[in-house]
Nanobody, 122 residues
């Protein structure tokens, strides 16, 4: 099992940057594929980015070129660097983990954090 705690959210102006962090418990972190998802008010949870246990990355088209996912296995942490933020990036951002998939489908991930809120003002 793994427990996930997100941090780094906040209020930022359009065009600005934020870096989200997701700290994971447990010694098996390096074996997990990790994902970031987001959910805006009134909308379904959507895929943002994922990274395999080997470092392969996958991005949603809406964030490609602006967001970067990375991981530090020594710190049991996965990051989401978000640049050139837009008002439509406003959402609660969730970290997820799974040992079998880094797919974009939220239903395939076994473990979830509580989320961190990101608000981008225009």
């Amino acid at each position: 099992q793994v427990q996930l705690v997100e941090s780094g959210g906040g209020l930022v102006q359009a065009g600005g940057s934020l870096r989200l962090s997701c700290a994971a418990s447990g010694r098996a972190f390096r074996s997990y594929h990790m994902g970031w998802f987001r959910q805006a008010p009134g909308k379904e949870r959507e895929f943002v980015a994922s990274i395999t246990n080997g470092g392969r990355t996958l991005y949603a088209d809406s964030v490609k070129g602006r967001f970067t996912i990375s991981r530090d296995n020594a710190k049991n942490t996965v990051y989401l660097q978000m640049n050139v933020l837009k008002p439509e990036d406003t959402a609660v951002y969730y970290c997820a983990a799974d040992q079998a998939t880094y797919n974009s489908a939220a239903r395939l991930y076994d473990y979830w954090g509580q989320g961190t809120r990101v608000t981008v003002s225009s």
